[in-house]
């Protein structure tokens, strides 16, 4: 994996990751704030030094992966630094995620200790794997486990040499066009380049409180939120989840002067200041509005700028290409589009033959640069696929360019991948779980357009003979709540008697969606 694709610039990497910069900042700035309770940049560093010990005296070894199964704390960000600091792998993992998708990850990653909050899935799963996987517990430990604040309470340790440049320093899993989720693997090198050129092209820095209420387990929250805070300073206000009150107040009261959200996000934002108008006040204050991560409706952007004057930034981005096309900063944030590339990253877009599109065609995105994942963690013949024989990544996303050069995404080649909420969904994983459920003969999972979530996940399936066919819709979301993080349960269940196939047999994925056409919401 070192020394794969991507990862072919070297950077000055001097004593310690770029990624952990900012911990040269005055050691009593605010660093991470926690709902009024700060963490510092020196407490940080030396914090981080301690559990950095405390991992090397438990075994972890650099190039050892380390899973975080935790909600947004000062342990993660404790945990993230110590990890980065000494060349070891941070693997977040969704705390959505129920025991199978859990346990594929822990398994996957090969992970050789793991920080789980006391009684949740990752627990769970980690107890199960107790001869294979040190567990260290947020809470109160089990017999055979430590607690958190054992691995915080012993010395500080020297710190190790700096990782290279195409050291991995993350794996963060993402689901793709096949069942199961594959973990992307990052570079130090790679994440410091990508993540210097879009900050700078925001002009992030010092300065800056950011309202964070993204999750920290994928590269939107993890990347631009907290590697950001740690590469160019500035403070994080972290909320545990998503709260359109708490973002205001942040804005009102806590001085903040940037807000990085999903469109789902800035939905229900428009619904609070639709409700109560007078907080757009607040909000007006503030610096700079960014979105991503899904495609923010045009009507999003224009009703945010009626209430607050602010256009939001709307940028794309992928796990394994990181962040790729942004908006400007200065100059027109167009409605319905994401912009240009970000400095240092090539795109460009092709037909089904990887040919370049002629100016004003429609063609795939495909993308160069140092951003770019080094592999899929142990998947080699995925990341051959992944990319073009000369080295650009398949992202599988369809888009134009307009005449004046911004960059319009019109889809996707799979219909196989859906995103709602912001969150990557496999619609074949999906289709698996349901299958295991004996009523079911055939399934077919899509995601139908929805102005608030981006895409509706909705469920056409063929009961077996002899079932109670009424009682299916209820079983099957009781079944998915059972395998499926909560995000990716079918919203809808159709019971029907064959799906749409062509004269061979084969089914005819874009064709499902006609079969919700006309039927009145449930
Ligand atoms: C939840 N609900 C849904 C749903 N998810 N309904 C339809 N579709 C969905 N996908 C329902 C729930 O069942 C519940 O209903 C109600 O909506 C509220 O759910 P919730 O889960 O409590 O909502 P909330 O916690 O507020 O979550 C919404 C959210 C979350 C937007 C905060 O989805 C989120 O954090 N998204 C961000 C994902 C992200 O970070 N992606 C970045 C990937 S990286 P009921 O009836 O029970 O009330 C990437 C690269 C890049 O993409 O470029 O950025
Ligand atoms: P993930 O695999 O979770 O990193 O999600 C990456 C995918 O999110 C991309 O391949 C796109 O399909 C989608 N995406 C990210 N940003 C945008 C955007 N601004 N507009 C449309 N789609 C986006």
New binding site residues.
């Given amino acids: 994996m070192r020394g794969g694709r991507g990862s072919a610039i070297t950077l000055g990497m001097g004593t310690r990751s770029p990624l952990l910069a900012a911990l040269d900042r005055p050691p009593l700035d605010p660093a991470f704030d926690f709902d009024g309770s700060a963490l510092t940049f020196g407490a940080l560093d030396r914090s981080s030094c301690r559990i950095a010990a405390g991992l090397a005296r438990l075994g972890v070894r650099p190039g050892d992966r380390v899973a975080w199964f935790g909600p947004s704390s000062p342990e993660l960000i404790e945990l993230l630094v110590a990890v980065l600091r000494m060349g070891a792998i941070h693997v977040p993992i969704n705390t959505r995620y129920q025991s199978e998708e859990t346990a594929h990850v822990l398994d996957d990653s090969g992970a050789r200790l793991a920080v789980v909050a006391e009684g949740s899935v990752g627990h769970a799963c980690t107890r199960e794997r107790a001869s294979a996987v040190t567990t260290v517990v947020l809470g109160q430990p089990g017999p055979g486990e430590l607690s958190f604040e054992a691995l915080r309470n012993g010395d500080e340790a020297a710190d190790a040499p700096a990782p290279a440049a195409d050291a991995v320093a993350m794996l963060v899993y993402?689901?793709g066009t096949t069942g199961r989720s594959k973990g992307v693997a990052l570079t130090h090198g790679g994440l410091a380049a990508n993540l210097d050129a879009i900050l700078g092209l925001w002009r992030l820095g010092p300065d800056d409180r950011l309202a964070l209420c993204l999750p920290l387990f994928?590269?939107?929250g993890l990347g631009l939120g907290v590697l950001g805070t740690l590469m160019r300073g500035g403070t994080a206000l972290v909320a545990q989840r998503f709260d359109p009150a708490w973002v205001v107040d942040a804005f009102a009261s806590r001085g903040a002067t940037v807000f990085m959200g999903v469109p789902t996000m800035y939905a229900r934002l428009l619904e609070h200041l639709d409700a109560t108008p007078a907080d757009a006040r607040a909000l007006s204050k503030g610096r700079l509005f960014t979105?991503?991560?899904?495609?923010?409706p045009a009507s999003h952007h224009q009703a945010f700028a009626r209430h607050t004057g602010h256009a939001v930034l709307?940028?794309?981005?992928?796990?394994?290409t990181g962040f790729t096309l942004s908006n400007p900063y200065e100059g027109e944030r167009r409605a319905g589009t994401?912009g240009f590339p970000v400095p240092g990253v090539e795109v460009r877009l092709v037909d089904d033959a990887d040919a370049p599109c002629p100016p004003g065609e429609t063609g795939e995105i495909q993308v160069r640069g140092p951003g770019l994942l080094a592999g899929y963690w142990g998947l080699d013949e995925a990341t051959r696929a992944a990319f073009t024989g000369d080295g650009w990544f398949r992202?599988?996303?369809v888009a134009f360019v307009d005449a004046d050069g911004y960059h319009h995404?019109v889809g996707?080649r799979s219909v196989d991948?859906i995103?709602s909420g912001?969150?990557?969904i496999s619609a074949r994983e999906i289709e698996d779980a349901l299958l295991e459920h004996p009523a079911l003969a055939e399934a077919a999972v899509i995601g139908l357009p929805d102005p608030v979530w981006g895409e509706r996940i909705v469920a056409a399936v063929v009961a077996r003979a002899g079932q109670d066919v009424r009682a299916l819709p209820a079983a099957l979301g009781e079944h998915c709540a059972r395998q499926l993080a909560d995000f990716k349960k079918p919203r809808r269940f159709l019971v029907v008697e064959s799906l749409p196939r062509n004269a061979l047999g084969k089914l005819q994925k874009h064709r499902v969606a006609e079969l919700f056409a006309g039927l009145a919401p449930e």
């Fill in positions: 993402t689901s994928h590269v939107h979105s991503g991560s899904a495609a923010l709307e940028r794309y981005g992928m796990t394994e994401v992202t599988g996303d995404i996707r991948i995103k912001g969150f990557k």
